[in-house]
């Protein structure tokens, strides 16, 4: 199954590499689009037929919610001691 998802992604690379018209790149926007959305809707229909992860959805959205909360914490405090550090070295 691997396979094909490779042998798929590179046929449509080469085919976006040889077709390079404004009506095939808005093609393509579009296709991309509806793909990402029915991908979007096929997954929620996977998680809702999953007894296990409807009960498990609260403390999933709860970690999610506290690691996008550490990362921008993180990057707050990082970004300011790289600032800090750089006031230091200027003449």
């Given at each position: 199954m ?43 229909v ?17 970690l ?28």
């Amino acid at each position: 199954m691997m396979w094909l998802l490779l042998v798929v992604l590179a046929l449509g690379f080469f085919v976006g590499k040889l077709v390079q018209s404004d009506l095939a790149k808005g093609v393509g926007k579009t296709l991309s689009a509806v793909g990402l959305l029915f991908l979007l809707f096929a997954m929620g229909v996977r998680l809702g037929q999953e007894g296990f992860l409807r009960m498990k959805l609260a403390s999933f959205g709860l970690l999610a919610l506290s690691l996008a909360f550490a990362t921008g914490a993180g990057s707050v405090v990082v970004a300011g001691l790289a600032e800090r550090m750089m006031r230091r070295k200027r003449p």
